[in-house]
Structures are given as structure tokens and as C-alpha cells.
């Protein structure tokens, strides 16, 4: 490998066998993107919640679409970040988002007006499963909205050996941890039985689950599509407390 030249004020080097050209972000969602001296300015704006993309692009002195172009290719890489390993007391729940098809110009059902469905027409749900673990500051794992994997493999995937299983008392999960020997504690909420012997209780996902709605209700509708796109930028804020700066940002959209 060497030097060979620079490029919009990035290094460029050259491979000695195959004599192809790159630089530092070839490869990344980062790659071909222009304006760069604007990227800081953007993210200040969505990160002070000014999350409309075109208020982000008026901040940062670029188009609209470029503004939008640029949150989904660099979230790309947090919605690839996914815990490989829960251990401790893991809390296991799902939450729901109406499946949206926004910006799509054919619809495979009726318009909703308004937010309200034609008569006979099923809309249906999107499943986010988020699974918590009691260790760290970024206890969840969230799948998107078609997952092609049942629950039970999921599942069986992340927990470490040592792991204990904490639910609602869905039947699915009784069922996931007999058949993996998992160790399984559940609570009845539907009875109103949140926690049991002081330990045994899934409040930590669920207020992520809160939190998660209450953040995603500002952009007034996500389409499915990108949905683990948002998923992908909620884990990392959370991972962050509240501390995301744009070089993390970046640094993540990178890796």
C-alpha cells in the first residue's frame, strides 16, 4: 500500500497487487458523501431534537432530500449493532408499531385518511421484540419489524448459559425456555402482579418501551422500512445517556 494523492482533502492510497485506489472511508456508509464540513451542524440539529429533516437541512445549509439521504445512510451502521451476549436477569417483552408504508406510492390496502382506516381494512402490526439485560447502561436488543427468525431461536441466541429469563406471562416464553433449558421466572401483569419476591419483574424493558414511543412520536410517523434504522439511533442514545456528540455518531456510522 501507498500514498497516492489526495482527494477532497482525504488521503487516497493505492494497492501494490491489485492497484485499486481508496481512501479512510471507502467502504463506509460514509463513502461518496459531499459536504462533510456540514455533517457536525446537521447532527447538532437532530441531536437538540430538531429531528424534521428539512429543519436539519436548513441548520446545515444542504437540500431536504440530502438531509434525509444522509440520517439513513449513516444509520446504517447502528442498526447493525446488536448485543451478541445477555447475561444476569434478562427481561423479555414486545411492543407494536402500525405497519406504514409512507412514501410508498403503491399501497398493497386502502389510503388511510387521516389516520383512519377504510372500513374492512386491516392494517397490520409491526413486532419490535426488545429484550433487556439488567448490566449496562444499553440493556436491549431490538429486532425490526420482519424477523425471519422465530422468537424462541432469537432468543436462544443471545442468552449467555448463566442467564435467567424474566417475562410476562405470555405462554411463548415458558415454552422457549423448556424447550432451550432455559431458566425462566415470569409475572402475571395481566393480574396485576408486577414483581415477585423483589427481584422478578420486566419494568426495565417496559420503560424503555415507553421511552422508545415517546422518542419515535416526533417524526410523525416512521415507514417500516426504516424502522430499525430508528431502532438502530435509539440503542445508540441510550448506549450514550444522553451524550451522543457528533464523533461518536460518526465513529459508529464508521464501524
Known amino acids: 500500500m501507498q500514498r497516492w494523492g489526495r482527494e477532497s482533502g482525504i488521503q487516497r492510497y493505492r494497492c501494490c497487487d491489485c492497484h485499486r485506489t ?3 472511508l471507502t467502504g463506509s456508509p460514509l463513502a461518496g458523501l459531499k459536504c462533510r464540513e456540514a455533517w457536525v451542524d446537521w447532527h447538532e440539529g437532530n441531536d437538540r431534537r430538531l429531528q424534521s429533516s428539512r429543519v436539519a437541512a436548513h441548520r446545515s445549509g444542504v437540500h431536504a432530500r440530502t438531509a434525509f439521504r444522509w440520517r439513513h445512510r449513516l444509520l446504517q451502521g447502528p442498526a447493525q449493532e446488536q448485543d451478541t451476549e445477555l447475561h444476569n436477569i434478562v427481561e423479555a417483552d414486545e411492543t407494536y408499531f402500525l405497519e406504514s408504508f409512507k412514501g410508498q406510492r403503491k399501497l398493497p390496502r386502502p389510503a388511510r385518511h387521516r ?3 377504510p372500513p374492512n381494512a ?3 402490526p409491526s413486532k419490535s421484540r426488545c429484550w433487556s439485560s439488567r448490566i449496562g447502561k444499553a440493556p436491549l436488543r431490538c429486532g425490526g419489524s420482519r424477523l425471519i427468525c422465530p422468537r424462541s431461536r432469537l432468543l436462544a441466541q443471545v ?3 448463566d442467564a435467567l429469563l424474566c417475562s410476562d406471562g405470555a405462554g411463548v416464553y415458558r415454552a422457549t425456555a423448556r424447550q432451550f433449558e432455559l431458566a425462566h421466572e415470569s409475572v402475571n ?10 427481584v422478578f419483574h420486566v419494568q426495565h424493558v417496559n420503560a424503555y418501551d415507553s421511552r422508545l414511543k415517546q422518542w419515535i412520536r416526533r417524526f410523525n410517523g416512521v415507514a417500516t422500512h426504516y ?3 430508528y431502532l438502530g439511533w435509539r440503542r445508540l442514545i441510550e448506549r450514550c445517556a444522553g451524550k451522543l456528540t457528533p464523533e461518536i455518531f460518526l ?3 464508521i464501524d
Open 251 to 253: 465513529r459508529h456510522a
Open 122 to 124: 386491516a392494517c397490520r
Open 22 to 24: 481508496f481512501n479512510a
Open 189 to 198: 401483569v395481566t393480574a396485576g402482579q408486577y414483581v415477585r419476591q423483589q
Open 115 to 117: 389516520g383512519v382506516l
Open 227 to 229: 424502522l430499525p434504522n
Open 159 to 161: 442468552l449467555a448459559p
